[in-house]
């Protein structure tokens, strides 16, 4: 079992809609939560980090953090078709070593 | 600002060779990590180096190495090329290595054949 799974998708919806991305993890040693975003052909780029559980709004983004559950999730109110990319969770207890999910490709349909 | 510069962007090696990819992070940066991307298991951590030594090193054969170098630069090193070592290699800098954030370069695409 992966230390951190996610959903690879494909998850397709209309422009204006709630996008719903998350991961679930397994070790509690994991105290960093990130997300970024991956454009093809390009690296990763940190959209949100958060510490603890709770909510963290950031524009059109919000990260949740539910770490009874170990649950992570990204909301993306308002999509936009250049939203459309592979979003990536990012796990750390270190903070020097990265644990990512494999990815969600999200694509927003004009 | 500049951003974290990866060079070459593409490379093509023979089964049994080696490979040097280089990485200049972003200016100030002293925290440089090392990540392999590959469609089936998604971006796998490679190593860390701060202020030229390892700080942390993930699950990789030895034959994976890299080093860093005063100005901050650093260098990853692949001997013996396997097939299964095709992949996008990312690299990414920070400050500290903390999580204010880590800045990845856009990648060397390795293939071997």
């Known amino acids: 079992q992966k230390e951190v799974e996610q959903d690879p998708g494909p998850l397709s919806v209309p422009e204006g809609a709630i996008v719903s991305l998350n991961c679930t993890y397994s070790?509690?040693?994991?105290?960093?939560f990130m997300w970024y975003r991956q454009y093809s052909r390009k690296g990763p780029e940190l959209l949100m980090y958060?510490?603890?559980?709770g909510n963290k709004e950031d524009g059109r983004f919000t990260a949740q953090v539910d770490k009874s559950s170990k649950y992570i999730s990204l909301f993306i109110r308002d999509s936009q078709p250049s939203d459309s990319a592979t979003y990536l969770c990012a796990l750390t207890g270190t903070a020097s070593k990265l644990t990512f999910g494999t990815g969600t490709r999200l694509q927003v349909m004009l | 600002k500049a951003g974290v510069t990866q060079t070459p962007r593409y490379l093509i090696k023979t089964r049994g060779q080696q490979v040097t990819l280089s990485c200049s992070p972003i200016?100030?940066?002293?925290?440089v990590s090392w990540y392999q991307q590959t469609p089936g298991q998604g971006l796998q951590f490679l190593f860390e180096y701060f202020s030229e030594t390892q700080r942390n090193k993930g699950n990789f054969p030895g034959r994976f190495s890299g080093r860093q170098f005063s100005n901050s630069r650093s260098e990853m090193n692949v001997s013996t090329l396997e097939l299964g070592d095709s992949a996008l290699y990312l690299c990414?800098?920070?400050?500290?290595?903390?999580?204010?954030?880590?800045?990845f370069g856009s990648g060397t695409r390795l293939t071997v054949v």
């Open positions: 070790n509690s040693a994991f105290q960093y």
């Open positions: 990414a800098s920070s400050l500290t290595g903390g999580i204010e954030g880590y800045t």
């Open positions: 958060t510490y603890s559980s």
């Open positions: 200016s100030g940066h002293r925290s």
